[in-house]
């Protein structure tokens, strides 16, 4: 993407004064800023054109002083009077020569030699062509010492035509008119071109003017810039030039620098690359050649690269750009890199870190080291048009993918059977990232939701996989593939995550590893740290056990006698007889975090099958709660008794419960009724008291599970009343919204409020509370009749136009459709092409999957979320499910029909796949798909049991919760 559209910047960079008259140059100035719209230069430059923001620059002083423009301070007088009428005594060249190209390498020296010097070194060679006959070569040069040539003369001169080159009788220095001056033993033909050889050293002085020599202190450190200022008689200090703006030239330049600093031109860098000096730790960069230019418009830089002088760079279309959805990425990636140089403790390994956001792109990011790859709503935020969650998505997928910078493409796995390594710990430190840029958001408890319920889900069958696999039993490529499932990304559970080492990366940087290394370095980190593990285990064999064997526990606590076991948790307990072995027997070495009756006890280990604490034993009214704040990866199940004053407690002083914990209790406890260890009826009755509770949290955690309900009985008479319940127990958080909302007209300020107020109105609009169809249908109607003004807040569009093209018919459904073919803005498209799926007519729905497969009407990348979507449509469902079914082939053949559950789909994709049992019989390849297809065969085949052990008494309760007229 060369001659893309990017908007760049240079954090916290240190702009530099180029040639100021100021005494001090240095500047301590926060952003520059550039907006590049139309070029692809950048270059640090207090001039550069393409700012949109002038740096305001502070001298050491204090005081500031604005942009020198052609500031010459550094110009040495020319003197008026010529002594003699020698050539070399004239200060014009003569009109006999003309550069065609210079080739220049240059090596400043940032530390002084043994005479205590700063010097740069440099090769040259120019190439020119004799225009006027002439027996004398004059060239620029100005206080620099050159290395002579065999022959003893101060540079080489060869014919590049079919001719030789008259030999150099005579070369010296004229220092008054600064020439480098070769007489020849014949003439120099006209029209041919010759090139001229030169090796030389100059000082790197502090000078201001040439190629010189820039000093400032940075945390206390004396560092050194090489800069110049050629303008206008000073490119001879810095190389042999013809340095006459007339004798405009092409220039190839080079620069050695040493590691750990930037070199800087006017050409694009192109490569860097080791230098060539044996024992000096050297760079080459070199840079692309620039246009045929002047002498004294020449820059090269070389200067210390620290975080705050990279360059970060966002690429998208033109469009996007000029519409700065790019500016949200730009804005969050400095400080993301920079927290996590500070978690990492090593510096980010890169001078450049650019993110391009591509029209079409399968996966959600790629972490290519340097040039981050994004489908357009990973990256693209546009306050007008995107929700917080499309936010939210934004922050946490760059820093997902930023955290890959050091662990993954610093350090890499040897081989993909560790992966899960990889992803599970970018999964998790993405929230620290993201946390790090949104402060307010408290994005790290959304961990719980986002990742840790999605895996449990997954991990909990029979069909799951143990995170690690033998090296061995990875081999083809869609054994690769499988592994880039939810268990993969799974959060670093255990908290080991939290006291990774940075000797870890410090060890590997550059290198491979298994991951038995990390638990190494983690066991040597835990030990100087003082953080206690179980007598008897280090990191190595705790770990083990979780990512050796599949799956997770379910802690059973029982409150009459402080007894606790452990036991494999399985979503479907018919399917135990399928688990294979493990070499640790399904036990692991579990912490738990826990509290009695609202207060903390100290951390106590499950190191065996069974256990006694008699801590955990109970009197009277005292309650226990374990994993505080879901910090353990495993379930919870406790006596009845100590459920019951859980939800005593629930009802009565939800708070003293942390909100995370409410959220998990009621997942839980919807899990544990489905493993059968409880009773469906005790899970239905966590949610009783949502009545009163406002938080996401618990909403979120019941609306997902009630889902469940949803998907199993939206086709029978359960609906109805599980519907009358859900619409009593949403009111009074629609009311709770209408009025911290003044009526509809503000938006919450938590981030959390927010995602609860699409709760609120998506589950009172579906349970039929008419004032919010009035809210969402009035909204929708005022955008159709005048379709440049649309009313309703980008967080609130997805549920609003979901709510009405449900509750319209075609003429709402052919606006939004025409709408989301006009739209230029990816997360806007998104939500409509979703919303476009909630109609209930089935010949519009059977309309639009014929669509999902056009990649003229759907994008390609989108055509299975798009059936997906349908299919979670209770009318769309079976639609769907034939559409997929006649069509298998084409899209086998045509789609990676990844069955990776991502986000909301992997519940809703149950049905649709209950008759998969057969289907992957017809064609037993799914490529990749394999493996997930399986969990979806083994899921569907434990609801299908569910719902017939369920269905009557889960009506009968809903039926008593709904007061009767
Ligand atoms: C410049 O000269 C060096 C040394 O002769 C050579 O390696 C390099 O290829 C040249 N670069 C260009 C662009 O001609
Ligand atoms: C070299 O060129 C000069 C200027 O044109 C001319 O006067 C002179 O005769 C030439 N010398 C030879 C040897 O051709
Ligand atoms: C070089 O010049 C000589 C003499 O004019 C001629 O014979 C020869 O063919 C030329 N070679 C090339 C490659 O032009
Ligand atoms: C160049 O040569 C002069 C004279 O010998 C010397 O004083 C000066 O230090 C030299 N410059 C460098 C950069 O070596
Ligand atoms: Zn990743």
Redo the contacts with the bound molecule.
Sequence with gaps: MGGGFYISKVVGVAGIVLGAGAVATIIALAVVYSEEVAKNNEVISPTNEGSTVKPTLTTTEGSSVSTPEGSSVSTPLLPTAQPSNEPWDKYRLPDTLKPDHYNLTLWPRLKVNEQGLYIFTGETYVVFQCVK???LILIHSNKLNYTKWEGGQLAKLTALGNITAPTIKSSWLQETTQYLVMQLN??LTVGELYQLDTKFVGELANDLGGFYRSEYEEDGIEKVVATTQMQPTDARKAFPCFDEPAMKAVFHITLLHPVGTIALSNGMERVTMEGPEGTVEVLKTSFSETKRMSTYLLAFIVIAMLLNRLQIRIYARKKAITDKQGEYALNITGPILKFFEEYYNVSYPLPKSDQIALPDFNAGAMENWGLITYRETALLYDPEMSSNSNKERIATIIAHELAHMWFGNLVTLNWWNDLWLNEGFASYVEYLGANDAEPDWNIKDLIVLNDVHRVFAIDALASSHPLSSEEQAIQKPEQISELFDAISYMYCNVCVCHFLQQTYLKAFSYNNTVYSDLWDHLDLAANSSGVSLPTGFNVNSIMNRWVLQMGFPVITIDTANGHFSQEHFLLDPASRPDVPESEFKYEWIVPIRWMKTGKEQSLTWLKTRTANMTDMKVIENEWVLANLNVSGYYRVNYDVPNWERLLNVLNTTPESIPVINRAQLIDDAFNLARAKYIDTILALRTTKYLKTEKEYMPWESALNNLDFFYLMFDRSEVFGYMQAYLKIQVEELFGHFKNITDNWTKVPSGHMDQYNQVNAIRVACSTGIDECLNLTKGWYKQWMNDPTKNPIHPNLRTTVYCSAISAGGEAEWEFGWNQFNASTIATEADKLRYALACTKQPWLLNKYLEYSLNPTKIRKQDATSTIVYIASNVVGQPLAWDFIRDRWQYIFEHHSFTFAPTGTSSIQLMLLFSQLKDFQAEHNDFGSGNLAIQQSIERTSANIRWVAENKKKVLEWFDGEVPKP
């Design positions: 006959e002439t027996d014949g003439n």
